[in-house]
């Protein structure tokens, strides 16, 4: 078990970290603000090495929404979805006659 003193340290490191700070800036769930936790962690296999590293060009926490293309939390996601592009109404483009 960690002490309260060791957490408090570990906080104040990843808030000092200022790639930490750029993605909570750049990447938010559109629907309810949510920032990126962190970066993705990209891992290649090779035989039996491993290679690994952050991404920080995209945030380990959120997803594109494949209609409309913003940023949601898992929370806010049906499918590859947002919320807001699921709850509208389908247009079929033909109009009233």
């Known amino acids: 078990m960690h002490s309260t003193k060791q957490l408090t340290k570990a906080v104040a490191e990843r808030q000092a970290d200022p790639h930490l700070v750029e993605i909570q800036r750049r990447f938010r769930c559109h629907v309810c ?24 060009t995209t945030p380990a926490d959120l997803r594109r929404c494949e209609a409309c293309g913003r940023w949601a939390c898992a929370g806010h996601l049906i499918g590859q979805q947002c919320q807001d592009c699921t709850s509208r109404p389908i247009d079929g483009g033909g109009g009233a006659s």
């Open 33 to 56: 603000g949510q920032p990126g936790s962190g970066p993705t962690v990209e891992v290649v296999v090779a035989g039996f090495q491993g290679v690994g590293w952050l991404d920080w």
